[in-house]
Every structure is written in C-alpha cells, then in structure tokens.
C-alpha cells in the first residue's frame, strides 16, 4: 500500500526550533513531488510549496518563503519540513501529500502533524 | 498569483439531492489542472477529481466534475450521507504553483 506517514504532534515555545517528518513506503519516493499543506483548525488549505526528493529541488509559496525550510533524505524515504523559530501563527496541523495523478494534483495525503506553538 | 473562489460557502441540503459546487479562477486559466478534495470532520483531505474531470481511484461516480472557461464545477449527484464535509478545489498554474480555494461546506440541511 502506498502511503505517507508523518511524525506526531508536536508542542513547543515561540523561538524553538522544529523539525516534523513525512516518511514514503509503497511507492518509488524520488519519482514524486512531495507538498506540504497547512491547516489552521477550522480553516481552509494553505499551499506551503514542494520539495523533489531524487534532488531535493524545491518551490515554496511566496508567503512561507523564508519562514519554512523543506529537505529530503532519499536513503531513509523521507521529507522534512523546518522552522529555525518558531511563532504562535505557526500553530496549525501540517500535511505532506504526494503530487501524484497527472503531477498537478494530490493523490496520498499523510495523516497529518500537529504543531503547537504557546508560551 | 491565480486566487480561486469557491461558492457558495456553505450549501445546506438533504441526503438525496443534488449538490453544485462552484470554484472560479481569478484569470484565465490555460490548463484544467484543477482538483477537487473532501475532507470530512477529523479527517485528511481525500483527492476526488482531478484534471477537471477525471475521478480518482475509489470515488464513488456520483462525483463528477466540469470546466466552462475559468468556472470549475464539482457535482454530487445524490447526496449520501458520507458526503456532507468540506470540499476544496485545487489550481496547478505550471511551474510547480499551487494554490486552493477555500473551501464550500456541504452541511444537512
């Protein structure tokens, strides 16, 4: 079965560093963009950008431009998504998807990550 | 930037009847690069059509989906009662841009 699973729910301070994980099995992973979607609860999707995990060639959306980092370990089939420092407005639920069915549209979502931002 | 507007923003009806999104690009749009998702209370976004048209594996053929110009419709043709959820709709622009609506609310009504 393919699928992504990503790493659990995370509570830290503003100002903290974070790093959540979005792991691939079933499919050949470098052959796929990996995206990464935000979700504030009870609001709509966010387009954060893509990563290309055979190179790591990245895209990101103008608004997370420089606020977020994307990565990949090939070797381990997974991708990663960063902040050096971290901000209350970062408080959302993280998704990875797959750029599958044509390549224009997200076709595995993984379960999702829970980040939680408060002093 | 290619900003897609969904409408309406919540449509309440009856399991049953027949469910008209509406998703529109904010310029002309080349490709019909466009996406439709449900994402039900708790849940992970569900991919439903893509390329305007085309269902995605599973998706039960009472979900359909249409182009007009820069207007992108997804239809239900029977409301069960699973389908009540959120529903997005999804632009690829080239270049690896993406963007999402914000989303229509199918609620019982």
């Known amino acids: 079965e393919e699928k992504l699973v990503q790493s659990g729910t995370e509570v830290k301070k503003p100002g903290e560093s974070l790093r959540i994980s979005c792991k691939h099995s079933g499919y050949y992973f470098t052959s796929y963009w990996i995206g990464w979607v935000r979700q504030v609860p009870g609001k709509g999707l966010e387009w954060m950008g893509v990563?290309?995990?055979?190179?790591?060639?990245?895209r990101y959306n103008s608004p997370f431009q420089g606020q977020v980092t994307f990565s990949a370990d090939r070797s381990i089939n997974t991708a990663y998504l960063q902040w050096n420092s971290l901000k209350a407005s970062d408080s959302a639920i993280y998704y990875c998807?797959?750029?599958?069915?044509?390549?224009?549209?997200?076709?595995?979502w993984g379960q999702g990550t829970m980040v939680s931002v408060s002093s | 930037e290619i900003v897609l507007t969904q409408s309406p923003g919540t449509l309440s009806l009856s399991p049953g009847e027949r469910a008209t999104l509406s998703c529109r690009a904010s310029q002309s749009v080349g490709s019909s690069y466009l996406a439709w998702y449900q994402q039900r209370p708790g849940q992970t976004p569900r991919l439903l059509i893509y390329?305007?048209?085309t269902r995605a594996a599973g998706v039960p053929d009472r979900f359909s989906g249409s182009r007009s110009g820069a207007d992108f419709t997804l239809t239900i043709s029977r409301l069960e009662p699973e389908d009540f959820a959120v529903y997005y709709c999804?632009?690829?622009?080239?270049?690896?841009?993406?963007?999402f609506g914000g989303g229509t609310k199918v609620e019982i009504k």
């Open positions: 998807a797959r750029l599958g069915a044509g390549g224009s549209s997200f076709d595995i």
């Open positions: 390329e305007s048209s």
């Open positions: 999804q632009h690829y622009h080239g270049s690896l841009l993406i963007s």
């Open positions: 990563i290309y995990p055979a190179d790591s060639d990245t």
